[in-house]
């Protein structure tokens, strides 16, 4: 957000309108969310809207700030066969989702998983979003483990 923003809304329109050329009068905002604290970078505030009688060929990339734009139908992110988890090295998971031929991974498959929790009720939501990602402790062979522990006495050594 610029100190030029006047809101989180009215920055997200201004972004919106700089990354990929729609402006901003097009989107009918529907709410935004609450702050989300990121780790090792800026905080996010999600803001969803709708764009009545949308057609791609509105758009105009910024292709500095955006490399692809694509739609996926919900109703093909609400599928069993469309739901998968990302986990890190660090160990935490996030949520991600596969509809052919596209993969929605990252703050976006976060984001997207979070407005579809607020969008569908819990009676009508699928199983495949009903549980939280499970963490799963990463897999550490015992050569990894070793070559870690050198690696920190070789450390240590050099203070």
């Known amino acids: 957000m ?3 923003d006047a809101s989180y809304v009215a920055c997200a329109l201004r972004e919106t309108e700089e990354e990929i050329g729609l402006p901003g009068h097009r989107v009918q ?3 935004e969310a609450m702050v989300i604290h990121l780790p090792r970078t800026s ?3 999600p803001v969803v809207g ?3 009688d949308f057609d791609m ?3 105009r990339l910024n292709h500095d700030e955006v490399e692809e734009v694509f739609t996926v139908p919900l109703n093909s992110m609400i599928q069993p066969q469309a739901t998968r988890h990302t986990q890190f090295r660090s160990g935490y998971s996030i949520p991600a989702f596969q509809v052919e031929p596209r993969r929605v991974w990252g703050i976006t498959a976060y984001l997207t998983n979070l407005f579809l929790h607020s969008l569908l009720p819990a009676s009508l939501r699928p199983d495949c979003l009903k549980n939280n990602v499970q963490f799963v402790r990463p ?3 015992p050569w990894l ?6 690696q920190v006495s ?6």
Not at 145 to 150: H, I, L, M, S
Not at 154 to 159: A, G, Q
Request: net charge positive; proline share 3%; no cysteine.
């Open 2 to 4: 610029d100190q030029k």
């Open 50 to 52: 709708v764009i009545p």
């Open 29 to 31: 905002v529907w709410g």
């Open 145 to 150: 483990a070793a070559r870690n522990r050198n």
């Open 57 to 59: 060929a509105e758009l």
């Open 43 to 45: 905080s996010i505030v």
């Open 139 to 141: 897999f550490k062979t």
């Open 154 to 159: 070789d450390n240590s050594m050099r203070d």
